[in-house]
């Protein structure tokens, strides 16, 4: 498929999901997915610790813009986890160290598995925190199942 098609066909998608957003007008109804939003940016990538850092969910996982909390299937682990304090964190601002997390387990890289309700700031984003053994670390997988409008 070419660059082009690409781009159309996304944000065709991005279209239809807004339209149903508006078709259904309710504040605070949650959407269930029968399959889980992936982003290839967030498939078991190796991370480093990060400072609190914005995802921009409608553009790389696809729900529509000023959503109010997603449900998010996370999944870490880090290799160096059984002697370092090793974390993953999300949240709807860009405070540190504010939000709620998954901490790696005190076995060397055994995941660490949580479904967490993430409030979103007032674009319909999160932010994410990790605290990582070393460069590269930490294998973090997301999966977004469900969203409040």
């Given amino acids: 498929m070419s660059d082009i098609n690409e ?7 991005q ?21 889980p939003l992936t982003s290839t940016s967030w498939d ?13 969910l409608s553009e790389v996982f696809g729900v529509p813009a000023g959503i109010k ?7 870490v682990r880090d290799s160096a986890s059984q002697t370092t304090d090793c ?14 997390g998954v901490n790696c387990d005190y076995v060397n890289d055994r995941y660490g ?4 309700i993430v409030p979103c700031d007032a674009n ?3 932010y994410y925190q990790i605290a990582a053994s070393g460069t590269g670390t930490m294998d973090v997988f997301l999966q977004i199942w469900g969203y409040w409008l």
């Fill in 124 to 126: 319909g984003d999160i």
């Fill in 44 to 56: 078991g990538d190796a991370f480093s610790t990060t400072a609190k850092t914005k995802i921009d």
């Fill in 87 to 100: 974390y993953f964190r999300l949240s709807p601002v860009s405070t540190g160290d504010a939000g709620m």
């Fill in 69 to 75: 909390a997603v449900l998010v299937w996370v999944a």
């Fill in 15 to 35: 279209l239809e999901r807004e339209v149903e957003r508006l078709r259904v007008q309710e504040n605070g109804k949650f959407v269930a997915l029968k399959t």
């Fill in 7 to 13: 781009k159309m066909l996304s944000r065709l998608q």
């Fill in 113 to 116: 598995r949580h479904l967490l």
